[in-house]
């Protein structure tokens, strides 16, 4: 089944430097989105782009997708010690139930 | 946010063992879905539910049931444990008010156990 492809796997950084996630997939989407999980907690939507969006801002975060590489990209500006999480990208497919799949995800370390 | 429980919380069980978890909404959602999550292969779809009694199998149900017989709960069986299904269990929820379907609402997670 198709699955987005988080890079790096894991990204540690200071407090207040940005940091950038890559999601790559293998098939045509209708939307991609982004969640965070904090240790042993469930995920947390962060943000949805539909594919005929390029780019989509909401706080701290930018994320970006490029359709025609099947990639996105999720940045976090003036990064935090409590953004420290795993973050996971999610492609949503067109079907009878809003299909997502989720990929492996990136563990972000941000080091006060 | 989204009112999604689990129970148990937490749960040790023997080999062979039936075991259901049960996970339950508060905000009338459409969807619901169950989902493990094992270190290297972040989280797949066991069953889903898209309105009541109506559900279907995700990538990996073997060994797994589901029932959904009011909006509000759906239930995941384990029909006779095994230690393969030894994983943490999410439950998700999605398809409510103005926000889009494909957006899921997580509840806190199930750790499961099999000796």
């Known amino acids: 089944s198709q699955q987005g492809e988080e890079d790096p796997q894991a990204l540690s950084i200071q407090e207040g430097e940005n940091a950038t996630m890559n999601c790559s997939y293998k098939?045509?989407?209708?939307?991609l989105q982004w969640y965070r999980q904090n240790s042993g907690r469930g995920l947390v939507h962060l943000i949805l782009i539909r594919s005929n969006e390029r780019e989509k801002h909401s706080g701290r975060l930018r994320v970006t997708l490029d359709t025609s590489k099947k990639s996105s990209s999720l940045l976090i500006t003036a990064s935090r010690a409590a953004d420290t999480a795993s973050y996971f990208c999610?492609?949503?497919?067109?079907?009878?139930?809003?299909?997502?799949?989720f990929g492996t995800g990136t563990k972000l370390q941000v080091i006060p | 946010d989204a009112g999604i429980t689990q129970s148990p919380r937490h749960k040790v069980t023997e080999t062979g063992t039936p075991v259901t978890l049960r996970c339950h909404q508060t905000?009338?959602?459409?969807?619901m879905y169950w989902y493990r999550q094992d270190p290297g292969h972040g989280l797949r779809l066991i069953h889903y539910s898209y309105g009541v009694k109506d559900t279907d199998k995700g990538e990996v149900s073997d060994g797994y049931s589901v029932s959904r017989s009011k909006t509000e709960d759906f239930l995941l069986t384990l029909e006779s444990a095994t230690s393969s299904q030894t994983s943490v269990y999410f439950c998700a929820i999605s398809g409510g008010g103005d926000r889009s379907s494909y957006e899921q609402y997580f509840g806190p997670g199930t750790r499961l156990t099999v000796t």
């Open positions: 905000e009338n959602h459409r969807y």
């Open positions: 999610a492609t949503g497919e067109s079907g009878g139930y809003q299909k997502v799949t």
């Open positions: 098939t045509s989407i209708n939307n």
